[in-house]
């Protein structure tokens, strides 16, 4: 699957400095109501539940926080590379820098499943999380994340 689909040049967004978790899902759910007309509320409620069940830190600095939310016509996704890590609770126990937001509408789970699958995979590449962190724009770091090399 090729991320361009759901994600747009100007939902990736680089060098933001959060100081918490909390901090970075409230900032995250803004962006997405911002873009999707969706109530903030209720993205970032979605959000911080998934997060309850287990966190959605897979490791090597990256974090890819997901959830359905109810009147999302078409998955929405957005890529954030942080300024300095941050603890997110990841599975090794290692700072998260490198974010990426998907959400989906609840009906469709199965192309929500193949993103996230896309997205783990292309994070778990020896090379693009270092990509991704060098990034000197958006639009490299976009390039980067939807090569489908």
Do not use: C, W
């Not at 970032?44 to 539940?49: P, R």
């Amino acid at each position: 699957m090729n991320l361009s689909s759901v994600i747009a040049p100007q939902d990736v967004i680089l060098d933001l400095s959060v100081p918490t978790k909390a901090v970075l899902i409230r900032m995250l759910a803004t962006h997405a109501a911002a873009r999707t007309g969706l109530e903030e509320d209720v993205i970032h409620t979605a959000l911080m539940g998934r997060e309850k069940l287990g966190s959605t830190g897979i490791g090597n600095g990256v974090a890819i926080p997901h959830a359905p939310v109810a009147g999302l016509d078409a998955p929405f996704a957005t890529l954030v590379v942080l300024r300095k890590p941050i603890e997110f609770d990841a599975v090794d126990d290692l700072p998260v820098d490198i974010v990426f937001l998907l959400l989906s509408g609840r009906e469709r789970t199965s192309d929500y499943l193949k993103i996230l699958a896309a997205v783990a995979r292309k994070t778990r590449d020896e090379q693009v999380p270092g990509l991704l962190r060098r990034a000197h724009s958006p639009a490299e770091a976009f390039s980067t994340l939807t090569d489908s090399a």
